[in-house]
T-cell receptor, first 118, second 108 residues
């Protein structure tokens, strides 16, 4: 069983460019989560998605950041007009949908994408 | 939201020693996970433990949800145990709330 896949593993962008980070969940998992780890800080939740639905985006910055999880294909975290403060490790996690709404299933993490903004 | 406090922030051990890492949280939780972030940055699942005790090899974990804490025990530590250990409870939503972690260094 392949784990959570993320690509690219490393991404370098200049200020003002766009960054697109991709995440393929584990087989059989229908829930995707994005977290960000800033240097010397812990991991912070950004957004929780199911196929074609954003369930909770309470951790997303109000501007420049967006996420999607289409019916087909990977989940995408998109950062427009990147700034130096966006440099961080971005982790994707996935979980199965067991037990119905209100169940809290184990989340499994991908290897992360390390974004560097020059 | 839930506040998470981990202690100690840093821990240095000699190989073969035992240790206990603590995670306190401020509110009732539906789930709690422990992770090891290795020196390459990868997050490895250790335990999914909303309550009770679980063991996996040299590691074990106990969560006492009514008293709002969880403990991670590492016995006979090895240099490969080095890294940062995070606890992450879930409260009223699906998001994991991470503590700042315990940085463990195991010296040969």
């Amino acid at each position: 069983n392949a784990g959570v896949m993320q690509n690219p593993r490393h991404l370098v962008r200049r200020r003002g460019q766009e960054a697109r980070l991709r995440c393929s969940p584990m087989k059989g998992h229908s829930h995707v989560y994005w977290y960000r780890q800033l240097p010397e800080e812990g991991l912070k939740f950004m957004v929780y998605l199911q196929k074609e639905n954003i369930i909770d985006e309470s951790g997303m910055p109000k501007e420049r950041f967006s996420a999607e999880f289409p019916k087909e294909g990977p989940s995408i975290l998109r950062i427009q007009q990147v700034v130096r403060g966006d440099s961080a490790a971005y982790f994707c996690a996935s979980s199965p949908f067991l037990g119905g709404p209100g169940s809290y299933n184990e989340q499994f993490f991908g290897p992360g994408t390390r974004l560097t903004v020059l | 939201g839930i506040q998470v406090e981990q202690s100690p922030p840093d821990l240095i051990l000699q190989e073969g020693a035992n240790s206990t890492l603590r995670c306190n949280f401020s509110d009732s939780v539906n789930n709690l996970q422990w992770f090891h972030q290795n020196p390459w940055g990868q997050l490895i699942n250790l335990f999914y433990i909303p309550s009770g005790t679980k063991q996996n090899g040299r590691l074990s974990a106990t969560t006492v949800a009514t008293e709002r804490y969880s403990l991670l025990y590492i016995s006979s530590s090895q240099t490969t145990d080095s890294g940062v250990y995070f606890c992450a409870p879930q409260g009223g939503s699906e998001k994991l709330v991470f503590g700042k972690g315990t940085k463990l260094t195991v010296n040969p």
